[in-house]
């Protein structure tokens, strides 16, 4: 983030895109070594020397910040420390404000002169005289310093990325915060429903968001905490995204599905086949109360979606029983909704999982798909009357305490939406 720019975006990111932008130029001069304090500049002549000393460019660069007569000269002194890049920053006063006391316009830098048409060598000499420097602190912002303080070698490749998260509820919206603080480079958010009263336990967004929609509120949030990034949303459902904007689809480096809309990631699923599969699609969905959690990847090959979820969206293999009614939704009063009452932490081990399986995805596309799944502690889910399905106990068997995260295959089945497309690539 060194160009004027970037530099333009980032602030207009933070404050707003009516905040107005003023830069100044500062020199940065990088050092072979770092320099021990006796050999920091303590004057304006001493700095000048040292811009001398590492060469040409460097000097010409800091004469030439020098030759606007700004109010001070901003230096940026970098170097290769044992923790790897690291700057300082000196300011050389202009040589008018000395004592803290503004001179008059014309002096001393201009004095005999007309403003800005003072010679150059003398002007140098002024400001580049006896007077002390000020050191400052240097406080990055940049992408590489927020995400691993320039030690995170993920970083280059998340910054190159785009995600497309559709459905930006208590699923979809914890992971799209994830990625974001992971450094995901662009991130569209796609949600056609607003924030209401009820969803706000189990949301990143809280009462100041209520009636807003989804996709644009988070949006707006996670591009102001994260200005370097590039965050956009569509007030949309998943049907009009394919009929409108497929173009986005088609190019991104990850589509996360988390609507629990069967009907519609179904379409999605469809169209994925269609397109030949090029990217991976990351679906992800909760089991009652959160006990259960499941992230399916479907790469290039394997099983599409559909290879293993029934016509009505039901998983051929689920986690968890409830004998005994325990996961019959509660009612809300006079509307009809439906709702189960676990609260964010419950949550927080499935989107975490999710969100996971989408670094994975980001990092190392899969060639082919997988299934990962989250299984909350036996004493909860006892606590809350369910048990391990047969079939898991069958597959996977069980543990006598403590979380668990299980990663199986999604073979192909050759189903109803693949299985026409895979015989045709066959022949």
Not at 334 to 348: D, I, N, R, S
């Amino acid at each position: 983030m060194g160009d004027q720019e970037s530099l333009v975006a980032w602030i207009r990111h933070r404050f707003g895109d009516k905040t107005p932008v003023k830069t100044e130029a500062a020199a940065f001069l990088w050092l072979e070594t770092p320099p021990l304090p006796c050999d920091y500049p303590e004057t304006a002549a001493d700095l000048h020397l040292l811009a001398e000393r590492i060469g040409k460019d460097a000097k010409a660069v800091l004469e030439e910040v020098a030759g606007h007569e700004p109010d001070e000269v901003l230096t940026l002194l970098g170097a290769i420390g044992r923790g790897g890049a690291a700057l300082i920053g000196v300011k050389a006063p202009n040589p008018k404000r000395r004592n803290g006391r503004p001179r008059a316009p014309d002096e001393p830098l201009s004095v005999g002169f007309r403003p800005h048409h003072t010679p150059q060598p003398l002007l140098l000499r002024r400001f580049f005289g006896a007077l002390p420097v000020m050191r400052t602190h240097v406080h990055r912002a940049d992408a590489d310093w927020v995400h691993g303080r320039g030690q995170d070698p993920r970083t280059r490749c998340l910054l190159g990325a785009t995600v497309v998260i559709i459905g930006c509820g208590s699923v979809g919206a914890p992971v799209a915060c994830a990625l974001a603080q992971a450094g995901v480079g662009r991130i569209v958010m796609v949600d056609p429903e607003t924030l209401g009263w009820p969803n706000v336990s189990r949301h990143p967004l809280g009462a100041a968001d209520v009636g807003r929609n989804k996709a644009e509120a988070l949006a707006q949030r996670l591009q102001i905490d994260y200005p370097h990034l590039t965050v956009e949303h569509r007030p949309c459902d998943l049907h009009q995204l394919i009929a409108q904007d497929e173009d986005l689809l088609a190019a991104t480096d990850l589509i996360v599905a988390a609507t629990g809309n069967w009907v519609a990631e179904s379409a999605l699923n469809r169209w994925h086949v269609a397109q030949g599969r090029p990217r991976p699609i990351l679906y992800g969905w909760t089991e009652a109360h959160a006990c259960a959690g499941h992230a399916v990847a479907v790469g290039a090959d394997g099983g599409c979606l559909q290879c293993h979820i029934g016509r009505t969206g039901v998983p051929d293999l689920t986690v968890i029983d409830w004998p005994e009614g325990g996961d019959a939704s509660l009612e809300e009063p006079a509307c009809g909704a439906h709702y189960q009452p676990y609260g964010p932490v419950e949550l927080a081990y499935v989107t975490a999982m999710i969100a996971d399986a989408a670094m994975d995805c980001l990092l190392d596309p899969p060639a082919q798909s997988f299934n990962r799944v989250f299984v909350a502690s036996p004493r909860r889910v006892a606590a809350l009357g369910g048990r391990l399905t047969e079939g898991w106990r069958s597959a996977f068997g069980t543990v006598a305490q403590g979380v668990r995260t299980v990663d199986r295959a999604w073979t192909s089945t050759a189903c109803a939406a693949c299985g026409a497309k895979r015989s045709d690539e066959a022949a």
